[in-house]
Structure formats: structure tokens, C-alpha cells
């Protein structure tokens, strides 16, 4: 995933449809893609912000709860291959 654009240049497309330029002509001036207009457009009006959302899942990944197990595994054997981890998560019933 990319980084977010600045501020000063979501504030700028903005500025620019506000004063009553279409999205595309925006995204042609600004050299960003419609959609990227189309969608600071609709953050601001749906948030009233244009601050990025934040990006990536929210509370860990699928294997959060099997953290401290995975932990535990690699502290007794030192160490432990991917495939030997998968087999073992798999037999925890997590696919």
C-alpha cells in the first residue's frame, strides 16, 4: 500500500472543484487520477475532513490470537520453519 498524498495537495484539489471545476479537469491539472478526486470529494463530505482514513486492518491479523502459542512453540524448539508452523496452526484449527 502507498502513502497517503500530502494535505496541502488534497486541500489544493479541493479548492480547485470548489471553484467549479469538474473532477476530471481536477485530476488532469493536479496529475492525479479521477477516482483519487472522486474519492477526497466524497471523504469530505462524508467525514468533513480531509485526513487520510487509516490504512491496513484494525486489531492484528487472523493469527492475533494465536500469538502467545506461537511464542511458546518458538521458545521451546529455538526455532521452527514456516511449514512446520502451518501444520501445527492448522491442527489448532486455524486455515
Known sequence: MGKPLPLE???RVVAYV???????????HFRVSPRFVNNLINLRRQTGSLEARRQGHVGGGKLEPHAEFVRLRL??????????????????GVS
Do not use: K, S
Open 9 to 11: 495537495l488534497r486541500r
Open 18 to 28: 470548489d471553484e467549479g471545476h469538474g473532477h476530471r479537469e481536477a485530476a488532469r
Open 75 to 92: 521458545a521451546e524448539t529455538g526455532e521452527l520453519t514456516l511449514d512446520e508452523l502451518c501444520v501445527e496452526l492448522e491442527v489448532r
